[in-house]
């Protein structure tokens, strides 16, 4: 007895393709180097303020992550409250990040706030506020909430992360080709 194959329609293969593509749009995720091509550091007399303008220039969403970098021997990050950004306080920071390749995934929608670890780098403007929207509304922090809960940050175990300039998503080509490509090897094997 031989293999007896149920013909499966050619549409099927457009409905695969249409579901993986409708897919990857929900699972793009871009990691932004915080100050473009500029490191992590105390912001030159030229441009004193790159992380005001960075941040205004960056539509940040869920998902995203924020990439931190600088000699790890120099300087560190540290996610603050709204009030100790403001006056620059570095005591008791909501997380920690000293490694030189610190990656921030932005896992819910608010206002976040950054300075540098080093004392006095704050008041020389080496700090960053981001605002993250959900849903299409911004949600602000209210006083009465408290501060909010730190998102998870994960150091660089296997050496540097590799960043291209964060005008452009890192992962949007990869994921339509590898869409397309399951779509087709799909559509082979079922037919």
């Known amino acids: 007895m031989g ?20 897919v990857q749009n929900k699972v793009l995720c871009n990691i932004y180097q915080v100050g473009d091509l500029d490191a992590w550091g105390i912001p030159t007399s030229s441009n004193p303020q790159i992380y005001t ?9 869920i998902g995203d992550s924020l990439f931190f970098l600088y000699p790890p021997s120099q300087d560190s990050v ?5 009030d100790s950004y403001n006056s620059c306080n570095l005591k008791d ?5 000293n490694n030189g390749n610190s990656l921030f995934n932005i896992t819910k929608p608010g206002n976040f706030y950054f300075t540098s670890g080093v004392e006095g780098h704050c008041v020389k403007s080496q700090k960053l506020h981001i605002s993250v929207y959900g849903n299409g509304s911004f949600v602000e922090d209210s006083p009465a909430d408290g501060p909010a809960a730190p998102a998870p940050s994960y150091p660089t175990v296997f050496g540097a992360i590799p960043v291209t300039a964060s005008a ?4 949007e080509i990869p994921v339509l080709m590898f869409a397309v490509a399951a ?7 079922v037919i």
């Open 3 to 22: 293999n007896i194959k149920t013909p499966i329609p050619k549409s099927q293969f457009w409905y695969t393709l249409l579901f993986l593509v409708s």
């Open 168 to 171: 452009s998503p890192l992962l």
């Open 183 to 189: 779509g087709i090897f799909m559509s082979v094997i």
């Open 53 to 61: 303008k960075w941040s205004k220039n960056h539509n940040l969403k």
């Open 93 to 97: 920071p909501i997380l920690y990040m």
């Open 78 to 82: 540290i996610q603050v409250t709204g």
